[in-house]
């Protein structure tokens, strides 16, 4: 992830973009992990979810997942409309599945994800959620629409779960601290998301996360020199941090 060769400038606007990306995208805190509110318990792990679930209106789709029907229960005014059938339709088609039929998590699909749940302004009420999950049934064989509906539902539990707790990842202080708030948060996804849910969307990304902070706690270390910096860093920038790291 670093190149070792680096100059000490080069790492320290390294440690910055580490920094930046850590504020914006995980919301860690070195406080203690309020206990999470009661949410409605998680399915077993799954493997993967819906793709470019559009962010547009839509007319939802009635109870046997008839298209073109008005919504018996349109959401209030406030809340963010749900993707149209027909995006909704599109985005599965884009999914990859392997020879035995199983759903293929990747990039595109943790994005549509995010899309439907957390870069929303309002989380999904449980009647938007219901209708969600017609549309998603909706002109899908069955096997493939349950473990669709599996990765989904596990990702609205969780979405939920991190909005709640959303105050308490916000704030940085120092790496230790950092580094507290990333073992929750590997944590809390495994608790909402099941172990190969959340290592399929999330684990690389924490990987390079711990190389990230380990890399800096070794580039602040005052009792170092620079050559020891170096012989430090450069295992960690070989090789993905291992389990027992976590």
């Known amino acids: 992830m670093f190149d070792n060769k680096a100059s000490p400038g080069l790492w320290i606007a390294a440690v910055a973009v580490a920094l ?56 209030s005014p406030e809340r963010a409309p749900l ?68 990765v989904v539902e596990r990702y609205y539990h969780y979405s939920n779960v991190y909005r709640d707790l959303g105050d308490t990842f916000r704030y940085l202080g120092t790496e230790e601290e950092m580094s507290r708030g990333l073992n929750q948060l590997h944590t809390l996804r495994r608790d909402y998301l099941g172990p190969d849910l959340a290592e399929a969307l999330f684990g690389e990304e924490e990987r390079m996360m711990r190389v990230t902070l380990e890399n800096m706690r070794i580039q602040s270390d005052p009792a170092l020199t620079e050559a020891q910096k170096r012989e430090r860093q450069q295992p960690l920038n070989e090789t993905p941090a291992s389990d027992e790291q976590r």
Request: hydrophobic letters at 35%; a negative charge; charged letters at 30%.
């Open 20 to 75: 930046t990306l850590i504020a914006g995208t995980l919301y860690w805190t070195g406080r203690e992990t309020p206990a999470p509110p009661v949410a409605e318990p998680a399915p077993a792990p799954a493997q993967t979810a819906p793709d470019r679930m559009a962010r547009a209106p839509a007319e939802d789709s009635p109870p046997g997942g008839r298209r073109g029907d008005a919504d018996p229960a349109p959401a």
């Open 83 to 150: 993707p149209e059938q027909a995006a909704i339709s599109d985005a599965l088609s884009g999914l990859q599945w392997d020879a035995q039929g199983r759903l293929q998590v990747d990039a595109r699909v943790r994005e549509d994800l995010d899309a439907l749940f957390m870069e929303r302004e309002t989380r999904l009420d449980a009647r938007q959620f219901e209708i969600l999950q017609r549309r998603i049934s909706t002109g899908m064989p069955d096997d493939r629409s349950r473990q669709v509906l599996d």
